[in-house]
């Protein structure tokens, strides 16, 4: 391999004892390029080039090829920008007809969120939600992403008011706003519920159950130490170089979180022993045997047990709020099903889990 790469070295810098040879033939690729070239100029591409170039001049077919060769047409049916000339066809399109089912059925509710993409610019997500009364039924689609610059209520709701404008929506006919609970969307002194409210009284704004659920989860969370201790990014600090965050709303990741240490809770053990007698780091030794002892304690296995059980209960609710077919009567079901376990879990839940 290494008399390969000096050959490659050589053959790059003269050096070799054929060097005069390879310039020779070096010159005679280049003129042998120059002439078969239809792209140069008529002293260096030879004499049959040009007499192509000047029988194209009055063949179309010809013309049509030459320049399909030097890729000087723009635009073609397989090209890129025709693509997207169609794709932009077909979404006005159905755009078109969305706006005109939203317009026959007069009364709809708005859906907002607001997102950053992978540029970091803030996208501002709109949803219409109407009934259809051809078919009875509810009807959810997404109209487009706008980027916005601010996100002020003013300037949220100035965005949406001119959108519905081009659209040729009324904001008049709205009947609904429903938002995540962040402040700029759902603060009912300066929110954009407040703003569009002032403009239409009737349109009576809808929380998100699912996010206002997670909200609650959350502060129950917060509010119990042990159970601080028991989300597990201290525990797999140790044995990954990185762990990302557990995000509040991410009650999937919980559950497996909590899942994975209850189950393996002995082999944690074993391994924060192993890295503890493996290593020198004298503060790593001391936060492995700290851990260690933290959930071997009663209290802790305790609480991982009884945090796991509603963790679990509470992912099937999650779970229902979020899908499309989800019915507000079922949903009301489910939470009071809830509310009767936790009653009956903290008066019997010790026994059941022993």
């Given at each position: 391999m290494l008399k390969w790469i000096n050959l490659e070295n050589g053959l790059k810098n003269c050096s070799t004892i054929d060097s005069l040879a390879q310039s020779q033939i070096e010159q005679?690729?280049?003129?042998?390029?120059?002439?078969?070239?239809?792209?140069?100029?008529?002293?260096?591409?030879?004499?049959?080039?040009?007499?192509?170039?000047?029988?194209a001049r009055f063949d179309p077919v010809l013309r049509l090829h030459l320049q399909v060769k030097d890729k000087t047409i723009i635009d073609h049916y397989i090209g890129k920008n025709i693509q997207n000339e169609l794709i932009q066809e077909m979404a006005s399109h159905v755009k078109s007809e969305i706006v005109g089912k939203i317009i026959h059925n007069k009364y709809y509710c708005i859906i907002l969120d607001c997102t950053r993409d992978v540029s970091c610019v803030e996208q501002l997500s709109i949803i219409i939600r109407f009934f259809n009364t051809k078919t009875a039924e509810i009807e959810e689609h997404f109209i487009g992403f706008i980027a916005v610059e601010k996100t002020t209520a003013e300037s949220l709701t100035n965005y949406i008011i001119t959108e519905l404008e081009q659209l040729g929506i009324s904001l008049q006919n709205c009947r609904g706003q429903g938002y995540d609970n962040g402040v700029n969307m759902r603060g009912e002194i300066s929110g954009v519920q407040k703003c569009i409210i002032e403009i239409n009284p009737l349109a009576y704004v809808l929380p998100c159950g699912s996010h206002s659920w997670n909200l609650i989860l959350g502060d129950a969370d917060a509010a119990s130490s042990f159970v601080q201790f028991l989300c597990p990014n201290k525990i797999f600090f140790w044995f990954a170089t990185k762990v990302h965050s557990v995000r509040r709303l991410k009650w999937e990741c919980r559950v497996a979180s909590v899942k994975a240490v209850k189950y393996q809770l002995s082999d944690t053990c074993d391994?924060?022993?192993?890295?503890?007698?493996?290593?020198?780091?004298?503060?790593?030794?001391?936060?492995?045997?700290?851990?260690?002892?933290?959930?071997?304690?009663?209290?802790?296995?305790?609480?991982?047990?009884?945090?796991?059980?509603?963790?679990?209960?509470?992912?099937?609710?999650?779970?229902?709020?979020?899908?499309?077919?989800?019915?507000l009567d079922v949903a009301i079901q489910h939470l009071e099903a809830f509310t009767n376990w936790l009653d009956n879990y903290r008066e019997n839940g010790f026994q059941s889990s022993s």
């Amino acid at each position: 391999m290494l008399k390969w790469i000096n050959l490659e070295n050589g053959l790059k810098n003269c050096s070799t004892i054929d060097s005069l040879a390879q310039s020779q033939i070096e010159q005679e690729r280049d003129h042998r390029e120059k002439l078969t070239s239809d792209s140069g100029s008529s002293e260096t591409s030879g004499n049959f080039i040009d007499l192509v170039k000047l029988i194209a001049r009055f063949d179309p077919v010809l013309r049509l090829h030459l320049q399909v060769k030097d890729k000087t047409i723009i635009d073609h049916y397989i090209g890129k920008n025709i693509q997207n000339e169609l794709i932009q066809e077909m979404a006005s399109h159905v755009k078109s007809e969305i706006v005109g089912k939203i317009i026959h059925n007069k009364y709809y509710c708005i859906i907002l969120d607001c997102t950053r993409d992978v540029s970091c610019v803030e996208q501002l997500s709109i949803i219409i939600r109407f009934f259809n009364t051809k078919t009875a039924e509810i009807e959810e689609h997404f109209i487009g992403f706008i980027a916005v610059e601010k996100t002020t209520a003013e300037s949220l709701t100035n965005y949406i008011i001119t959108e519905l404008e081009q659209l040729g929506i009324s904001l008049q006919n709205c009947r609904g706003q429903g938002y995540d609970n962040g402040v700029n969307m759902r603060g009912e002194i300066s929110g954009v519920q407040k703003c569009i409210i002032e403009i239409n009284p009737l349109a009576y704004v809808l929380p998100c159950g699912s996010h206002s659920w997670n909200l609650i989860l959350g502060d129950a969370d917060a509010a119990s130490s042990f159970v601080q201790f028991l989300c597990p990014n201290k525990i797999f600090f140790w044995f990954a170089t990185k762990v990302h965050s557990v995000r509040r709303l991410k009650w999937e990741c919980r559950v497996a979180s909590v899942k994975a240490v209850k189950y393996q809770l002995s082999d944690t053990c074993d391994a924060l022993k192993d890295l503890a007698e493996n290593t020198t780091d004298c503060q790593l030794v001391s936060e492995c045997h700290s851990i260690e002892n933290e959930i071997t304690t009663y209290e802790f296995v305790v609480s991982l047990v009884i945090w796991y059980d509603i963790l679990t209960k509470i992912k099937v609710i999650s779970n229902m709020w979020q899908r499309e077919s989800m019915h507000l009567d079922v949903a009301i079901q489910h939470l009071e099903a809830f509310t009767n376990w936790l009653d009956n879990y903290r008066e019997n839940g010790f026994q059941s889990s022993s």
